[in-house]
């Protein structure tokens, strides 16, 4: 399974980017996604995750009303919107899929994970 994550850059404060992470090779079933963040110098966090049919989604507290996660499981695809960029944003973006159509928020329980993809916000 390959997950490739794509959409990051460079933008200002108060800017919006949306990533991607599509999903390919081996089909395992139906499964929930997540998306983490690593700042620099700093341990990897929960962003936020949906399960598979996309009703229920979690997001870290000092996300919430500004990043929105998605998915379109025909196209095996996942996004997240970040909207109202903050310098403290700024992170390689990663994002990881768990055989389990249940999200979580703990990164120990996704079994792929994709290469990163950079974002940072300029104040």
């Known amino acids: 399974v390959q997950l490739q994550a794509s959409g990051g850059g460079l933008v200002q404060a108060g800017g919006s980017l949306k990533l991607s992470c599509s999903v390919s090779?081996?089909?395992?079933?139906?499964?929930?996604m997540g998306w983490f963040r690593q700042p620099p110098g700093k341990e990897r966090e929960f962003v936020a995750a949906?399960?598979?049919?996309?009703?229920?989604?979690y997001y870290l507290d000092s996300v919430k009303g500004r990043f929105d996660i998605s998915r379109d499981n025909a196209k095996n695809t996942g996004y997240l919107q970040l909207s109202s960029l903050k310098p403290e944003d700024t992170a390689l973006y990663y994002c990881?899929?768990?055989?389990?159509?249940?999200?979580?928020?703990?990164?120990?329980?996704?079994?792929?994970w994709g290469q990163g993809t950079q974002v940072t916000v300029s104040s």
């Open positions: 090779g081996r089909t395992f079933g139906n499964y929930a």
């Open positions: 990881a899929v768990r055989e389990s159509i249940v999200a979580s928020r703990r990164s120990h329980e996704y079994d792929y």
């Open positions: 949906i399960n598979w049919g996309g009703g229920s989604r």
